[in-house]
T-cell receptor, first 118, second 112 residues
């Protein structure tokens, strides 16, 4: 069965702290994604990765960075947390598809990390 | 720009009643379309997806969705709602290069 896990369900940090959110998938998927979810805004893509050490910016990358040193693990980093980064963070993975403009395969989601920055 | 619109933020139905959640997309071509469900405190679970072929798609938990190209819609339906269906529902469309564009979500409440 497909499984995506995230290191924490709830996290409380202080402004200015460096924050690491970890995501692990056991499906040997090439693609991994980080979203943030806010009420009324749906899910917004922060970064995604289509291969180890490869990353691409999503729609709202400002204030975030990512790391993918191993295929199964994708980390989201908040270099200096701010209160406006308080949100639910969702990780997802999907299998590789040809990089066709219109081709998107199913994404499988982790349970989410609710981050509060004080 | 590509976008997905879910016009209804909140919907309340009685248990046993039928349900239709609306989804419209704005896209240059026929995208791949998805419906996900999110129970409280959980991640997103795929209900169904449309890639091509038959425009009526069956999913898990008794849900179905119909793709209508002329209306740029992909509405989700269920003939008889159960209390356990109370959740938030997200429509999504392929945004290219494995990206998904999500709607803002519809929160479903079920009255006993």
């Amino acid at each position: 069965d497909v499984k995506v896990t995230q290191s924490s369900r709830y996290l409380v940090k202080r402004t200015g702290e460096k924050v690491f959110l970890e995501c692990v998938q056991d499906m040997d998927h090439e693609n991994m994604f980080w979203y943030r979810q806010d009420p009324g805004l749906g899910l917004r893509l922060i970064y995604f990765s289509y291969d180890v050490k490869m990353k691409e910016k999503g729609d709202i990358p400002e204030g975030y960075s990512v790391s993918r040193e191993k295929k199964e693990r994708f980390s989201l980093i908040l270099e200096s947390a701010s209160t406006n980064q308080t949100s639910m963070y969702l990780c997802a993975s999907s299998p590789m598809t040809p990089r066709d403009l219109y081709l998107t395969d199913t994404q499988y989601f982790g349970p989410g990390t609710r981050l509060t920055v004080l | 720009a590509q976008s997905v619109t879910q016009p209804d933020i909140h919907i309340t139905v009685s248990e046993g009643a039928s349900l239709e959640l609306r989804c419209n997309y704005s896209y240059g071509a026929t995208p791949y379309l998805f419906w996900y469900v999110q129970s409280p405190g959980q991640g997103l679970q795929l209900l169904l997806k449309y890639f091509s072929g038959d425009t009526l798609v069956q999913g898990i938990k008794g849900f179905e969705a119909e793709f209508k190209r002329s209306q740029s819609s992909f509405n989700l339906r269920k003939p008889s709602v159960h209390w356990s269906d109370a959740a938030e529902y997200f429509c999504a469309a392929s945004g290219g290069y494995n990206k998904l564009i999500f709607g803002a979500g519809t929160r479903l409440a079920v009255h006993p």
